[in-house]
């Protein structure tokens, strides 16, 4: 069954006379890992802003964990967010930043301080105060913080900026580890899209304060044509083998080409099944497009990118 975490629900926000957002709607299931993309000011921020309630909602409605209205404050206690720059205290070591969110929380198992600054991969800075912390280290410890009260819905406004790239693959580490252990549902923006490309299952797309489009992970694969790339010498009977082994989604391309849509496949196993029942198998590989691609003509339908 599916839970939905979150519904926005025609939501529009206006700056004086300037809409950021115009009646946006889109919900996310737990287990998500839900990548928003849009170019500079199309209202990402805002979006997220709204959601967490440090800006006030005025058009339309935000349900979160099931609440819309007076339980909302109670909701957002299950909510970690990293939202512009992390909320950490500058004069406070690590540590202490961490301490004081568990005071706030009611925390009381203090192994979970430690386990959150290893996590994170701070426990060499531990004692660093916050204001000595390089950016990237800000970063991480703006993680920690939101991570410390075991959210079940993380919100991560642009968390790879200032990642170096060691740091940006230890991130996404982390982030399909607390999705697949902890069962975290998130909400992350970035603009580096071979990055978001990786840890989402999920793509919601902003442009000039509107939400034009969503779509899976293997839709957009599906539609982009990734997949693995298999030339064979009869199409017809691997197709036949490939249905046998319940191989899941195929599109036969040609006389000699099959793209079936999923990388996880045993590669190695197809290649004997096929070989053993008489079909020759020329190659397999994979064939990938990319979301920044796949971004790229979705501006093209929307006529352009201007402003
Ligand atoms: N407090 C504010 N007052 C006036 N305009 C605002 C305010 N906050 C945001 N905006 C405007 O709303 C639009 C959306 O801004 P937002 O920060 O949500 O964009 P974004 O998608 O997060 O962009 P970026 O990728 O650059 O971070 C921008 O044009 C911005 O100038």
């Known amino acids: 069954m599916t839970t939905t975490i979150l519904t926005v629900d025609h939501v529009s926000k206006h700056f004086g006379h300037f809409q950021a957002l115009n009646d946006v709607t889109f919900s996310i299931n737990r287990g998500d890992i839900y990548g928003l993309i849009g170019e500079n000011g199309a209202g990402k921020t805002t979006l997220m802003r709204l959601i967490t309630h440090l800006s006030p909602l005025a058009d339309g409605k935000i349900t979160l964990l099931g609440e819309s209205a007076t339980h909302y404050q109670q909701a957002l206690k299950h909510v970690g967010a990293v939202i512009e720059t992390p909320a950490a205290f500058k004069k406070l070591t690590v540590r202490q930043n961490l301490k004081l969110t568990a005071i706030q929380h009611g925390i009381q198992d203090k192994h979970l301080i430690d386990q959150t600054i290893d996590f994170v991969g701070l426990s060499a800075k531990q004692k660093t105060k916050a204001s000595h912390l390089s950016l990237g280290q800000r970063q991480r410890l703006g993680l920690a913080l939101a991570l410390l009260p075991q959210p079940d819905f993380l919100i991560l406004d642009e968390p790879i900026n200032g990642l170096d790239p060691s740091g940006i693959v230890a991130f996404r580490k982390l982030l399909k580890q607390l999705n697949q252990e902890r069962n975290t549902t998130i909400l992350i923006s970035s603009h580096i899209l071979t990055e978001l490309y990786q840890v989402s299952t999920k793509f919601g797309f902003i442009h000039h304060g509107?939400?034009?489009?969503e779509v899976t992970k293997e839709t957009l694969d599906k539609e982009n044509e990734s997949g693995i790339l298999l030339g064979v010498s009869d199409v017809k009977l691997a197709a036949?083998?490939?249905?046998?082994?319940?191989?899941?989604?195929?599109?036969?391309?040609?006389?000699?080409?099959?793209?079936?849509?999923?990388?996880?496949?045993?590669t190695a196993k197809l290649n004997q099944t096929l070989v053993t029942n008489g079909v020759a198998v020329t190659n397999i590989t994979r064939q990938e497009g990319s979301l920044e691609q796949y971004y790229?003509?979705?501006?093209?339908?929307?006529?352009?990118?201007?402003?």
């Open 210 to 213: 509107k939400f034009i489009k």
């Open 240 to 266: 036949q083998l490939l249905d046998n082994d319940n191989i899941g989604s195929f599109t036969v391309l040609n006389d000699h080409q099959i793209l079936i849509h999923n990388f996880s496949i045993d």
């Open 296 to 307: 790229t003509n979705l501006l093209q339908h929307q006529g352009g990118n201007q402003q």
